[in-house]
């Protein structure tokens, strides 16, 4: 072995050293970031609940939004950047992620769902395990290159724990980090506190929604578990061409409604008013509440949401644009919550009407757009076709992917993390 | 949008012409690769049947290992340095992959095989595939940039057709360039040149090896499609230390067998009749031909091979030694093929071992080892996860990924790969 390799070298057990200290690192970031998903997964079906049962609240949204403004300003510090803090804060440790983050955005997402904002999860999962985990680095005076470490490890541990996917939740912990590459920095660290977050978050009786593909493929011997169609293929390219493009519409629109919100309204407190009293006025002009809230599921059988997203029926061809739009305003005007449920929803609804505009299986474009037009707005691609798997199975791999890239090279250089590092170009 | 944003922004209309451009450039990519592997593969299997039925023909081995540096000597230039110079010329683009490289090594492997080196074929694949594209990009005057993204397609199309797996051999096309990264260049152009190989070589009728996993794991309603059991992913981790391990150690011992007898044995023409020699020594030694080959399946019901080693009861608890140090000797000493295929024999083999020795069920960690030994010997963990999903479906994702990640740690830094980039330390 030449020098340049001895520089490389690493013993065995100066490796089983690594893991065991982040094992054992990862034990109480995943028990706290675990433990408190858990207690946000609870509270937001109680809000979504309460919600259902007295509708009446929707008309609580501007005030609180209000309500909102006020406790990010009272307690906020720098905690009102997000996931975005916790982005720049693992390429560049410095200013650090404050714990107050946690309780912050769980009591804020859980509020602007009780009123029915349309947001998501994956925001608040991310934050709070970002969050805890550098409450642990503090505790136990971790360094620089550790502190880094630690908080991939809560971004998986958040998300892992939040969609019940550990493996996702790994990869997405490094791959969100910059467009255009993965780097294998803290793996194993990442999946183990992604594993045992998800663990803990289960311990809590959290339930996680199934979905089933019921489309089988043509059976095809000579490939075992794929099964795969080229007439099919195409359609899932042209398909996937339009989730790019929805990401990219969702990012560009988000960020504007942001932009024109702050020239337009000169009091901050009052764009989240503004923002209450335009979802209300949507939600009375198109005579639904479908479009309130997480979306996952709905108070009526034939609610239009992900779940029905996966069989022909009961989505509008529009529903994808509808749910586009209601959650632009909501995040785009101050209130709180994640991005990625609502994506999974524009996704599902998106590939139910693609899917019977090209005569594809409508379960099938559904769960592909359920992740692809994730995989665009943020960037991951590859975590993404692995959430393709730990939701849906392995059969329908050959679609996940091409779904997945696809929309990766559709969706622009923007994605909703504006932290996120832009390596190279999508294409060269 | 700043600036720095404009910089990166990419029209839809210019990755749709990115990506007809590739699709174009993929069908003659993968029409002669996928049909040049599936005359490879059909000619493996005949020369893999003649040898059963003439075990005589093991005599011939030296005098084969004499032809095989002979064809080099007349025909090879720098095609000797195999994919060490395809990743060399994607890396950067300079001398050429000769087209002579694919006949070649097709015709030495199939040699290799018929005498009963010990070898495999993701090498011949990858060679083909990178040869075939250079060729390809010659005929059509391509630019440096398209040279390695071309080049690249060509490793994604052979690694896919050869194993049946094209989502894996597109990601490992990128993955397997630098130990510690994926860079997203090409991630679409590989991928469909990746599934058109794969169908080229399908419908030349060549069929791949099925495999089964019947262990399905605890139910666990709360997780669909992961099955996950703590005390078994701890045995998993165990078994996946000695599968890094075992990585490490082909790496090492193929290295130093290729350098000890260039130092030892003066005339070159005489390292592979030596080479030879010791491998007749070897097989009457342990009186089995068992571990000569290929080693997917074997001439008896009982013989050891991969596909006997999904059951307890066939293999020895060193066979995945035995299987180590005649595949060191064979490709250490001047013989051809791939080292993929007698990875996965050494992982399955000591996965079946290490299931017995900690109690799991066998067939789990047999498909472990398979694909985490590979991962180790290649730093390529992410697509040998997805490899599982395509060879053995996507229900237990959870302890593949565990199992790759965890021999990825504990494979050191050297790999099958000279060529591979060392981008960073696995462990900070």
Same mark, same amino acid.
């Given at each position: ?12 057990? &100066? ?29 937001? #079906? #109680? &809000? ?16 609180? @939004? ?14 009102? /950047? ?42 608040? &999962? ?26 991939? %490890? @809560? ?34 660290? %990442? ?54 493009? /929805? ?21 901050? *407190? ?46 509008? *061809? ?20 994640? #991005? ?18 090209? @005569? ?5 474009? &559904? ?16 975590? %993404?076709?692995?959430? @393709?798997? #730990? ?12 779904? %997945?890239?696809?929309? *990766? ?20």
């Amino acid at each position: 072995m030449g020098s340049s390799q001895q520089k490389f070298y690493t013993s065995p057990l &100066a490796v089983i050293n690594h893991l065991v200290k982040w094992t054992l690192l990862s034990i109480p970031v995943s028990v706290i970031t675990g433990s408190l998903v858990a207690l946000f997964l609870w509270s937001l #079906e #109680e &809000a979504t609940h309460l919600r259902y049962e007295f509708p009446i609240l929707l008309w609580g949204l501007p005030a609180s @939004g209000l309500l909102i403004y006020w406790l990010y300003k009272i307690g906020g510090k720098n905690a009102e /950047a997000g996931n975005n803090l916790v982005i720049d804060e693992i390429h560049k440790p410095g200013a650090g992620v404050p714990a107050r983050m946690a309780p912050l955005v769980l009591i804020t997402t859980v509020i602007t769902h009780l009123f029915g904002g349309s947001a998501g999860r994956e925001g608040t &999962a991310v934050q709070i395990g970002g969050s805890m985990a550098a409450w642990v680095a503090k505790v136990f005076k971790l360094g620089n290159q550790d502190v880094k470490i630690i908080l991939m %490890c @809560g971004v998986a541990g958040g998300f892992g724990a939040v969609f019940g996917t550990p493996v996702t939740g790994a990869v997405f912990a490094l791959e969100v980090l910059a467009i255009g590459s993965v780097q294998y920095i803290a793996l194993l660290p %990442c999946l183990i506190t992604s594993l045992f977050a998800n663990w803990v978050c289960i311990s809590w009786n959290i339930h996680h929604t199934q979905y089933n593909i019921l489309f089988e493929g043509s059976h095809d011997e000579w490939i075992p578990y794929l099964h795969v169609d080229v007439l099919l293929i195409l359609k899932v390219v042209i398909a996937s061409i339009a989730f790019g493009l /929805a990401s990219n519409l969702f990012a560009v629109l988000t960020h504007n409604i942001k932009h024109l919100s702050k020239k337009f309204i000169k009091k901050a *407190y009052l764009v989240p008013v503004a923002g209450g009293l335009v979802i209300i006025l949507l939600t009375y002009l198109i005579q639904t509440t479908d479009y309130n809230g997480l979306g996952v599921s709905g108070p009526f059988p034939d609610s239009v949401n992900i779940v029905n997203a996966f069989h022909a029926g009961n989505v509008e *061809y529009y529903s994808w644009l509808l749910k586009l739009v209601f959650t632009a305003i909501t995040l785009g005007m101050g209130f709180k919550g994640g #991005e990625v449920t609502p994506l999974f929803f524009i996704g599902a609804t998106l590939g139910n009407t693609m899917a019977l505009l090209l @005569g594809a299986p409508v379960d099938l474009l &559904a769960a592909v757009g359920f992740i692809a037009v994730f995989a665009g707005a943020t960037n991951t691609p590859i975590a %993404c076709t692995l959430m @393709g798997i #730990e939701l849906f199975g392995g059969t329908h791999l050959v679609y996940f992917a091409i779904g %997945c890239f696809t929309a *990766y090279y559709f969706s622009g250089h923007t994605g909703i993390y504006a932290s996120q590092k832009k390596l190279m170009q999508k294409i060269v």
